[in-house]
């Protein structure tokens, strides 16, 4: 039973950034892939993981089950806010959370 709590989860999903125009139209995308973009996993404080985004805005990531903080990495700025901020992962094999990155155009 020990191992299995402590098996590593694959976390995998997409980051998108958005909103890509000042005015969303109906019909036409609104929202990007963020490729190159790097989440930040951290556990009490501690940083666990770091994973790149690929081209096409996915990441995968083995995480052990349990409470994370996510951000990107670099220095805070307009159009940096992620979400979600915080993920619990449960012990499964695999989990998909999609993340998305505010890009303050209003």
């Known amino acids: 039973m020990r191992a299995f709590l402590t098996a ?38 501690r940083v666990i993981a770091r994973v790149r985004a690929g081209e096409r805005g996915r990441y995968s990531v083995r995480l052990r089950p349990g409470s994370y903080a ?18 619990t992962l449960r012990a499964v094999v695999s989990a998909r959370v999609n993340f998305s990155i505010d890009t303050g155009i209003r």
Request: with cysteine; glycine share 14%.
């Open 8 to 45: 590593l989860v694959l976390l995998h999903g997409v980051v998108m950034r958005g909103p890509t125009t000042p005015v969303c139209q109906v019909g036409v995308p609104c929202s990007e892939p963020a490729p190159g973009a790097v989440l930040v996993f951290s556990h009490d404080g």
């Open 70 to 87: 996510v951000r990107l990495a670099g220095q805070p700025r307009l159009g940096t806010a992620l979400a979600p901020g915080r993920i």
